[in-house]
C-alpha cells in the first residue's frame, strides 16, 4: 500500500474520531443544561404551587371565620341563661347545639370582650391547656361586637359544655381582666409629640 492512502486514511479516522467526540461533548454539555433548566423550571413551578395553596388555605380560613361570624348574627338563640359576674355585670349565655358542636353565644352587661383578647389571654394565663384537657382542642371564638362573643366547642355532650363554660366564667372574671389591663399598658404610655396641639 502506499504510504500517502494510509496517512490519508489515517486522517480520516482521526478526523472523524475528533468530529464524533466534539459531536458527543457537544450534545451532553446542551442535554446537561436542558436537564438543569427543566429541573429549575420544575422547581418554581413546586414553590410556586405551593404557595397558591397556602393562600388557597388562607381563603378558605377566612371564608369560614366570615361564615361563622354571619350565623352568628343570623341564627336567634332559643333560651338565655343570665349569669352575674363581678367585673362583667349580667353576663347572657344561649346555646346553639349543633350535631358536631355546640355555640354559645356570651354578651356582657359592661366591660368588653374581644376574641383575639381571649385566645392571647387563655395562652399565657394556662387556661388554654385546661380547655384542650376538657374539650380535646381550644374552642374557636368570635367577636360580635365589643360585648358580644360567639364560642365553638368541639363537644355536644351536655353535660361537658356546661362544665366547661361555668369555667370559662371563673377564668373571665378573674383573669381575664388582669391580662386586658397588661395590653392596656401598652397604649397607656403614648401621648402626642406636640404640647400643645393647634
Known amino acids: ?27 451532553r454539555g446542551f442535554t446537561s443544561n436542558i436537564g438543569d433548566k427543566l429541573s429549575s423550571l420544575k422547581n418554581d413551578i413546586v414553590m410556586q404551587l405551593s404557595s ?9 380560613t377566612t371564608v369560614g371565620n ?3 361570624l354571619a350565623t352568628g348574627y343570623l341564627k336567634g338563640a332559643p333560651g338565655t341563661v343570665i349569669v352575674p359576674l363581678k367585673n362583667f355585670g349580667d353576663v347572657k349565655i344561649s346555646a346553639l347545639p349543633g350535631p358536631d358542636e355546640t355555640t354559645y353565644i356570651i354578651e356582657v352587661a359592661q366591660g368588653m370582650l374581644d376574641a383575639e383578647l381571649i385566645a392571647k389571654a387563655s395562652k399565657i394565663t394556662g387556661f388554654s391547656a385546661k380547655e384542650i384537657t376538657m374539650l ?17 366547642l368541639a363537644c355536644t355532650e351536655p353535660k361537658k359544655c356546661t362544665e366547661y363554660i361555668n369555667e370559662f366564667l371563673k377564668w373571665l372574671d378573674v383573669e381575664y381582666p388582669i391580662v386586658a389591663k397588661t395590653f392596656e399598658e401598652f397604649e397607656a404610655g403614648i401621648k402626642s409629640p406636640h404640647p400643645n396641639p393647634a
Open 1 to 27: 500500500m502506499d504510504i500517502n492512502i494510509i496517512g490519508i486514511c489515517v486522517t480520516v479516522l482521526f478526523s472523524v474520531i475528533a468530529l464524533a467526540i466534539a459531536i458527543f461533548l457537544g450534545l
Open 52 to 60: 397558591m395553596n397556602e393562600k388557597m388555605t388562607k381563603v378558605e
Open 66 to 68: 366570615l361564615w361563622s
Open 136 to 152: 380535646g382542642k381550644e374552642p374557636a371564638v368570635f367577636s360580635l361586637g365589643k360585648n358580644r362573643i360567639r364560642m365553638i
